[in-house]
């Protein structure tokens, strides 16, 4: 089995699936009535009959098996697809499996990727690309720097839109590709959003002719002097990225006008409104100093009033989330970054605990791994650390987040610049990483329901060293809540040497797999039903029930069991009726 792909990253209710299996025979004899066969379960339960297609093969023969499935129309519900490949006397030649998202809304579980390169090219390469991003069920992509000026994103006028231009860098753009990457996004069922800052404005924005005044400015002194900014490399189109007040409504009045001009001529979904977070003590040009938290969730309001569409918006180190609950973003966005306060895995799972208490909803994480050794080198020769992703990802997904990271296909994010994408991902990652993406999928109620509570048992691993909060040489452990669910979480930290989440310099530690892992987990009063154990780690998904005994001790009542195996992260749903 070369792939399990479905035609969608995201199905409305009662929409039908088209899945595609591409088999080969690699073996030098026919296969003679062979089967191919899919099974639908959510949660480890089957939730329709068994499709099965007999195929003949030839030696080196490669066929594509095509199967329609209409999943249960229950809403914000994920599936799990798993394929078996069997010769005519039912011996397993081969096994693989993917994953189904049902839902109306793409922000419930937003699994959001990026594109950044727009040349002249055929388009069926724009089809290409978003082939390869719906394989691991993105539903939303950031197109970052797309525009021509940040202050004038549309490149000639809605009438007569310029075919090319160079973006802030001075990289080619061209129109065609932008309007044929958001078409095979649309085409998929991703959501396309249109990156811009809130409020910035290149050099020479006064004689452009823009209309674009200083007095709508932020400014670092009181008397409407030195223009508060961001200065940008040697070479690059503007020197200087100059800041305007986001509260000022003419602002507001002006930007908001660019936008709607651009996604005019280009049907993007909405707007990704990106931010350098609290710019610290700034004024207008009246002297008045500005409140940045409230300036913003202001702006953000104000925009999608006025250009009902789709706002996302990066909250750098999660500044002003707490006041956005009149804001209707999709979801939360933040980048993390230690200088301002998020050092380690546990600063990280605060900030979507957080945002899940504030807000109700999840937190994609922009959260740039292999740091610096990215910057070691300026061409796709080196490969991502395995372990880093690998136990980052894990943790985003236990705790109810998304990170972003995957575009262009399958490359992946390690720095701020999107287009500075110098490390790959190994073969052996990104079926790992795709194995991430079908099992949160796969499992979004038990992930991603706002119903889910943070939970405050204990849990013990009588041979294990434990832990709350991630610390190295230790098994983190949490859990989450809801009617009738405990979901327990184990993430293997045994072999870690820190807890910072950055992994700048690509050195985590692989995690050695343990074996027959004890767990003592207090689950209080009510009563226990069946105990079934998960990990992307291990056989595609697939769900296992284990055995439990019961007790109770001077911490309360208990249950105990043995997880088979645990690498990265096992999940542990434990059925409880209080």
Known sequence: IQNVQTDMARYAPSDEVQISVPVGNRSTTPLNDATVTVDFTSGGVSVDTSQTEVIDLAPGENTTVQFAWTPPTTDYTGYKLDVTFQDENDVVLDTAASAVDVSSDWAMYPRYGFMTDYPDQNPSESAYLMQQLNDFHINGLQFYDWQA???????????????????????????????????????FNMVAQNYNLAYGAWAGYGEDGSGVDPAWGMWWNTDCTNQSGFDLPSG?????????????????????????????VYPFDGWHVDSFGDVGTVYDCNGNLLDNDQGISDFLAAAKAELGKKITFNAVANFSTDI??????????????????????ADMKDIIDSNWATTGKPTVIAGYLDYDYAKTTTTNQKLANDAGVRFF????????????????GV?????????????????????????????????????????????????TLPAL?????????????????????????????LDATSDEWRDRD????AAAVRSNVVVKYYYGTGTVGDVLVASPDRAQGEYTTVSHT??????????????????????IVVEVDR
């Open 149 to 187: 000026e940040h202050h004038t994103p549309l490149a000639g006028t809605v009438g007569s839109p310029d075919p090319s231009w160079v973006d802030i860098q001075g990289r080619y753009t061209s129109g065609a590709t932008v309007s044929e990457q958001i078409d095979q996004a649309h085409a």
């Open 236 to 264: 690059w189109a503007t020197p200087r990225m100059y800041w305007f007040d986001p509260e000022n409504t003419d602002w507001q009045d002006y930007i908001f006008a660019r936008e709607d001009e651009a996604m005019t």
């Open 324 to 345: 956005h609950d009149a804001v209707d973003l999709e979801f939360n966005y933040v980048e993390m970054w230690e200088t301002l306060g998020q050092e380690t895995f």
């Open 393 to 408: 990802d894990s943790l985003v997904l236990a705790s109810g987040g998304s990170h972003l990271e995957l575009g262009e």
């Open 411 to 459: 490359e992946m994010l390690t720095n701020e610049y999107f287009p500075a994408r110098h490390v790959a991902m190994s073969e052996s990652l990104v079926g790992s990483v795709r194995d991430l993406y079908d099992f949160g999928v796969a499992n979004a109620t038990m992930l991603y329901d706002p119903a889910l509570e943070a939970g405050s048992r204990t849990i």
């Open 465 to 493: 060293a434990e832990s709350t909060d991630g610390t190295p040489g230790t098994v983190w452990t949490f859990s989450r809540e809801k009617d009738g669910y405990d979901v327990v979480h184990l993430l293997n930290m």
């Open 506 to 509: 690509a050195d985590m530690p």
């Open 550 to 571: 019961s007790g109770s001790d001077g911490g309360g009542s208990y249950i105990q069991f043995t997880v088979p195996s645990l690498e990265y992260w096992d999940m």
